[in-house]
């Protein structure tokens, strides 16, 4: 199983597990789940605010927020699947 999206080979295996696991009809159960969290930003961490003195709370991913999405997205409907997701902070300039 291969995927045509543009992705690393991360990308490429999360991909590919998760189409392969979709076939059988089970994207994640109690002891197995594929997904790709793409965590585009720096995590708010006492170390990263220590190196990063004076940035705004907006300018961090916060751990609990990150943890919240991994948990959405074991908790998809079967008509909506989603295996890969990007958290970035709101804060972002584009």
Known sequence: MLCLENQTATGHAACSLGKLRGIHGAHCDALRFVALVVIDGVVDLPRTRKRLPGRPDSFFV?????????????????????????????????
């Open 62 to 94: 916060q751990p609990v927020d990150v943890a919240k999405t991994v948990y959405w997205l074991t908790q998809q409907p079967r008509s909506a699947w989603s295996f890969e997701v990007e958290a970035r902070p709101f804060g972002e300039v584009w």
